[in-house]
């Protein structure tokens, strides 16, 4: 198998608490995490095996793990890695934006739901807006762009949040994706109730705003779109993970803080990589690993059992 993107989570914690991400009630606190230079020695073991390109850091929340910026650095370094970029709630990014950028970091992706500070708060359970939109605007000043906004949409919500989603993206010049909810540990009847498919919204959008196809990169789970919103250029990303899924283009695998590789996000499956080369060596840990990768198949749906923050998003 080949893969290009490694997904590499170094946190299961966070300091938010969506409720699309974490059940009511998760515990705050993890095992112990592996420590970053651990995972780095298997991103470093995985790149040259697998042919990864590029390296995004995920968590629960990245940014809460002390010492990230020397993560970044030496996985900057690594052979054969051309990007490394990150997926952040963006609360912790104002004070760090410019450090990150200076170790190499290339860019974010800013989790950011909605514009309205009560409906950020009770999607959050208590967070402040304020603080991600400082630390968007102190990536755009660090130049770490493209600046991606990742938009969970939900039905209670989304006529409300979209059109001013829309306004903040396109005054800022930053790409806007809307993401469909799936279900993550989270309750049941609250992901379905609140489910809506991308292209509701697309068709929405579309009878305001003159819109278009983009070429999307291989391997993208977003279809591109340049919209003309209110005069303005605008790039809008459509994932579809349960309405029109991606499986068929998928180039990644993901690597947890413990060192446990999945192949997908909702395979129940994992490979604890780090096991089998402590305790097996490199020869044998490659050949379990291939031999795991090669058994990796479409999900039946895009649902699991297990929160967002543990599987890395």
């Not at 990536?139 to 493209?146: K, M």
Request: aromatic letters at 6%; charged letters at 25%; glycine letters at 8%.
């Amino acid at each position: 198998m080949k893969a290009r993107l490694l997904r590499l989570s170094v946190t299961d914690r966070c300091n938010f608490r969506c409720r699309y991400c974490m059940p009511e009630g998760a515990a705050r606190r993890e095992s112990a995490p592996l420590p970053l230079d651990e995972l780095a020695g298997l991103a470093d073991w995985l790149a040259p095996r697998l042919g990864i390109e590029r390296v995004k850091l995920t968590g629960g929340e990245p940014l809460v793990r002390k010492g990230i910026e020397r993560l970044v650095e030496r996985l900057a370094a690594t052979p054969g890695v051309r990007e490394v970029s990150l997926t952040t709630n963006g609360s912790l990014l104002e004070p760090l934006a410019g450090t990150l950028k200076a170790a190499g970091l290339a860019r974010v992706n800013v989790s950011l739901d909605s514009l309205d500070g009560a409906r950020f708060a009770c999607l959050t359970r208590g967070a402040r807006l304020g603080a991600t939109l400082s630390g968007i605007d102190a990536a755009l000043a660090a130049g770490l762009t493209p600046l991606k906004l990742n938009v969970v949409l939900r039905r209670s919500a989304w006529r409300d949040d979209v059109p001013l989603l829309l306004d903040y993206s396109a005054a800022r010049r930053v790409e806007l994706r809307f993401i469909e909810l799936m279900r993550t540990g989270t309750g049941q009847a609250w992901a379905d109730a609140e489910f809506v498919p991308v292209s509701e919204v697309q068709r929405w959008i579309g009878e305001r705003a003159p819109m278009a196809p983009l070429a999307t990169p291989p391997g993208d789970p977003a279809r591109r779109w340049r919209v003309e919103w209110r005069g303005g250029p605008l790039t809008v990303g459509w994932i579809t993970p349960r309405s029109l899924p991606f499986c068929d283009s998928c180039e990644r695998v993901r690597l947890d803080a413990r060192g446990r590789l999945r192949r997908c996000l909702m395979d129940p499956l994992p490979f604890d990589l780090g096991e089998a080369r402590r305790h097996r060596g490199d020869r044998s840990a490659w050949v379990e690993m291939s031999e795991y990768l090669a058994a990796k198949r479409a999900p039946e749906a895009m649902d699991s059992s297990l929160s967002m923050n543990a599987l890395g998003g």
